[in-house]
T-cell receptor
Framework: DTGVSQDPRHKITKRGQNVTFRCDPI?????LYWYRQTLGQGPEFLTY????????KSRLLSDRFSAERPKGSFSTLEIQRTEQGDSAMYLC?????????????????FGPGTRLTVL | AQKITQTQPGMFVQEKEAVTLDCTYD???????LFWYKQPSSGEMIFLIY??????QNATEGRYSLNFQKARKSANLVISASQLGDSAMYFC??????????????FGPGTSLSVIP
């Protein structure tokens, strides 16, 4: 399977607990992104990495959220002291910008997501 | 402010007919990229089509074409010959900034498309 994978696919937790999600990008992709999607909305950008460097963080990413990509391959997203408002689908995407002829491409390929429910 | 607007929360189309999904965007960057993604009920986001702000021609990918009107800041998706499998949520998205810049993508609220047999 050469697509983006995420684990777990579903997570149910109690308020106040910590959770960690994992994303494995497409192997040759150097960029990795995390998004959050609540019901009926489009995905909202959280953060992105180029190789192991975290280059951008959204203001949505409070101090309870932390993301890492230690070796420039897989990434983890941790939420500490979860709140009910954290319930959402967490999407990971990867890309590898480049040129094909004169056409620049950088589409992001998404994983299946991790659905978090905080009780 | 950078924003994507999709004014059609839900659309219906007869199988084999064409349908246009509306998208308008707002950015002050002279260079940007526009995307359309499809999200079936299974949840995965599927890339459909890309248009760069300086591309001279409207993008096409199979049955998908993007009607790009830069002066009006609109990037409507046209699906020709609709199929039952086209029933899904469709998201318009924008990458503000020049090519090779950081790649935060801003998504619109989506349009739910239902194809009727």
């Amino acid at each position: 399977d050469t697509g983006v994978s995420q684990d777990p696919r579903h997570k149910i937790t109690k308020r106040g607990q910590n959770v960690t999600f994992r994303c494995d990008p497409i192997s040759e992709h150097n960029r990795l992104y995390w998004y959050r999607q609540t019901l009926g909305q489009g995905p909202e950008f959280l953060t992105y990495f180029q190789n192991e460097a975290q280059l951008e963080k959204s203001r949505l990413l409070s101090d309870r959220f932390s993301a890492e990509r230690p070796k420039g391959s897989f990434s983890t997203l941790e939420i500490q002291r979860t709140e009910q408002g954290d319930s959402a689908m967490y999407l990971c995407a990867s890309s590898s910008p480049g040129l094909a002829g004169h056409k620049f491409y950088n589409e992001q390929f998404f994983g299946p997501g991790t659905r978090l429910t905080v009780l | 402010a950078q924003k994507i607007t999709q004014t059609q929360p839900g659309m219906f189309v007869q199988e084999k007919e064409a349908v246009t999904l509306d998208c308008t965007y707002d950015t002050s960057d002279p260079s940007y990229g526009l995307f359309w993604y499809k999200q079936p009920s299974s949840g995965e986001m599927i890339f459909l089509i890309y248009q760069g702000s300086y591309d001279q021609q409207n993008a096409t990918e199979g049955r998908y074409s993007l009607n790009f009107q830069k002066a009006r800041k609109s990037a409507n998706l046209v699906i020709s010959a609709s199929q039952l499998g086209d029933s899904a949520m469709y998201f318009c998205a924008m990458r503000p900034g020049p090519l090779g810049s950081y790649d935060k993508v801003i998504f619109g609220p989506g349009t739910s498309l239902s194809v009727i047999p």
